[in-house]
């Protein structure tokens, strides 16, 4: 499946690129670049889980990725001062995940594709990460315990991986405060529109 291979090389890219990345020491920052870093290990989990046809992990990874993705964003780009001191103290999240997503959807004017993956897949991806029917039922296959995948679903999954990975990147990159990494981050734009998405350059995904 040359989209899990793609997918691979991109997470080595981001990693080499983020190696030694600096930032200003606030809660803020660290907290958000944790949590960016959390949501790119996960992605990484899910290509070597799949590598490896341990499906019921992959799909487990699915929901703690975007969790710690769009916490990521809301804590770096929304959340207030008390919020963040709120976090440190109870370690817990007053607002829901679906309002954090919305708050992040609306600061950066990003198109709802991410509300729509929650719309169409959040359900799913509680069953997959509690041990619900629909992890369940992808373990059997005519009668037997044997595997049930849909190759076009792992497909879906692998463009949200590669989609919430180069975003973590950029969340990263951000932090730093520079524009050390615009080239290479257009460079990785570009490409993955082209081999995860189908689409051309001046096309979001």
């Known amino acids: 499946m040359k989209i899990l291979h793609n997918t691979r090389d991109l997470l080595a890219i981001i990693d080499k690129e983020i190696d030694g990345i600096g930032f200003k020491a606030s809660d803020r920052n660290k907290i958000s ?7 790119l290990d996960h992605a990484k989990a899910i290509v070597v889980l799949l590598e490896n046809k341990i499906y019921a992990s992959v799909y487990a990874l ?3 990725l975007f969790e710690s993705f769009v916490r ?3 804590i770096q780009y929304c959340a207030s001062d008390d919020e963040i001191t709120y976090i ?3 370690d817990e999240f007053k607002l829901s995940f679906g309002k954090m997503l919305e708050a992040v959807e609306k600061k ?3 198109e709802e594709i991410l509300s729509q993956v929650k719309i169409n897949s959040w359900n799913s991806m509680n069953s997959f990460t509690h041990g ?3 992890l369940i039922f992808r373990r059997f296959k005519d009668g037997s315990l044997e595997h049930n ?3 076009q679903e792992i497909v879906g999954l692998l463009q949200f991986v590669a989609l919430l990975s180069f975003l973590s990147f ?3 990159a951000g932090i730093s405060g520079t524009n050390k990494k615009d080239t290479v981050l257009k460079e990785l734009y570009d490409n993955m529109c082209r081999w995860c998405f189908n689409q051309s350059v001046n096309q979001t995904p």
């Open 33 to 39: 670049g944790a949590l960016f870093v959390i949501a």
């Open 132 to 134: 619900g029917l629909k």
């Open 62 to 64: 699915a929901r703690p």
């Open 88 to 90: 440190k103290e109870k």
């Open 72 to 74: 990521a964003e809301w």
């Open 108 to 110: 950066h004017t990003w």
């Open 170 to 172: 950029s969340g990263i």
């Open 149 to 151: 995948i849909d190759e």
